[in-house]
């Protein structure tokens, strides 16, 4: 059977967005969301906006597919690591609220992508927060991030 189903999220502008809802397991002993969860939520944003931009990181990490990816090959298996991670908590989110994720390249280096994300539920922002990815071989040494990777985010 063949998934058919739509990328994660949307893109609007610069940014992405993805929707969270949040259940009994993402929540705390006190009712609220507890704050490892928000690292979660930015992952998966993180990794839904790279994917609705054309980097797969599965085939990019995998040695043939790397180079066959039509959308955005690259020469040898590259991997994606946080490098660094800041986050500061404004407002609590609670069971059942409605979450968009937004994440937004700021800028590319040679080896890193400079990440803004911000969780809103509505218009009130809840979580602020920027992550460093560095892209890096199987032996954790940085690699350059391919030109026609950098053409997708102009």
């Known amino acids: 059977m063949e998934n058919t189903l739509p990328h994660g999220g ?3 502008g610069k940014a992405h967005y993805l929707p969270i809802r949040i259940y009994y397991a993402d929540t705390d002993f006190s009712g609220i969301v507890y704050h490892g969860r928000y690292v979660e939520f930015m992952e998966r944003g993180r990794t839904e906006a790279l994917r609705a931009f054309g980097l797969l990181q599965k085939i990019a990490a995998e040695a043939a597919a790397a180079a066959a990816n039509a959308a955005a090959p690259v ?3 590259v991997l994606f690591a946080v490098s660094k991670l800041n986050l500061e908590f404004k407002v609590p989110a609670y069971i059942d609220n409605l979450l968009l994720v937004e994440t937004a390249i700021e800028k590319l280096t040679g080896a890193r992508f400079f ?5 809103f539920r509505g218009e009130t922002l809840l979580t602020d927060g920027t992550c460093c990815l560095a892209l890096i071989s199987r ?4 690699r350059r991030i391919p030109d026609n990777w950098r053409a997708l985010f102009d």
Do not use: A
């Open 115 to 119: 990440i803004r994300q911000r969780i």
């Open 139 to 142: 032996t954790g040494r940085p």
């Open 75 to 77: 020469p040898e298996p």
């Open 10 to 12: 949307f893109i609007k």
